[in-house]
């Protein structure tokens, strides 16, 4: 009798022990699962690498002209939402206009080649393609606004993309006036 109460009290014990080494494993998991390690110095490298940014702020179309290698003809008057106007160019051929303003933004593109220089990689509802000025432009959007339109002359390609759309009508003036 006394052989099997020993036996049933070093049960219990070995329990306990067992709980309390499963429960120490648990702790050790959930710390290690959310440390968060340091660079060991300021020089060594990070893990998240960023591509620089290949755009150079210019003061002035012809300074963005003299970066990309070739000129950019605009509409002659910014939208009348616009408050800020941003032009940007790259050595590799390419000039940015960004106009902001009253959440709206318009970014009209120029670059060397006949690729879609866009960047606008959403889906949208509708895609047709339209003729402004013997260019074949493509132009993509939802219900009656385009919200991005491409084309290319052969040497250069060109779009313009608006984050609030623009009515046919409204879009294909700016398409003719941009060279």
Request: net charge negative; hydrophobic share 35%.
């Given at each position: 009798m006394l052989f099997r109460e020993i036996t049933a009290e070093r049960m219990i014990e070995m329990k306990k022990l067992i709980v309390l080494g499963v429960c120490a494993a648990m702790a050790f998991s959930m710390a290690a699962c959310t440390s968060k390690t340091e660079p060991s110095s300021a020089t060594e490298p990070s893990s998240q690498m960023q591509l620089p940014n290949p755009f150079t702020s210019c003061e002035t179309m012809a300074d963005a002209e003299k970066i990309a290698g070739f000129s950019l003809t605009m509409p002659e008057?910014?939208?009348d939402w616009a408050?800020?106007?941003?032009?940007?160019?790259?050595?590799?051929g390419m000039i940015e206009v960004v106009h902001l303003g009253n959440g709206n933004e318009m970014r009209i593109r120029k670059a060397t080649g006949n690729e879609d220089i866009s960047g606008d990689y959403s889906a949208y509802?509708?895609?047709?393609?339209?003729?402004?000025?013997?260019?074949n432009v493509q132009v993509k959007g939802n219900e009656e606004k385009i919200y991005l339109a491409t084309w290319s002359n052969g040497t250069y390609s060109y779009s313009i993309s608006v984050n609030s759309g623009l009515t046919q009508e409204d879009i294909t003036p700016l398409i003719s006036s941009i060279d």
């Amino acid at each position: 009798m006394l052989f099997r109460e020993i036996t049933a009290e070093r049960m219990i014990e070995m329990k306990k022990l067992i709980v309390l080494g499963v429960c120490a494993a648990m702790a050790f998991s959930m710390a290690a699962c959310t440390s968060k390690t340091e660079p060991s110095s300021a020089t060594e490298p990070s893990s998240q690498m960023q591509l620089p940014n290949p755009f150079t702020s210019c003061e002035t179309m012809a300074d963005a002209e003299k970066i990309a290698g070739f000129s950019l003809t605009m509409p002659e008057h910014a939208p009348d939402w616009a408050a800020e106007t941003t032009i940007r160019a790259t050595r590799s051929g390419m000039i940015e206009v960004v106009h902001l303003g009253n959440g709206n933004e318009m970014r009209i593109r120029k670059a060397t080649g006949n690729e879609d220089i866009s960047g606008d990689y959403s889906a949208y509802q509708n895609s047709a393609e339209i003729s402004v000025n013997d260019a074949n432009v493509q132009v993509k959007g939802n219900e009656e606004k385009i919200y991005l339109a491409t084309w290319s002359n052969g040497t250069y390609s060109y779009s313009i993309s608006v984050n609030s759309g623009l009515t046919q009508e409204d879009i294909t003036p700016l398409i003719s006036s941009i060279d």
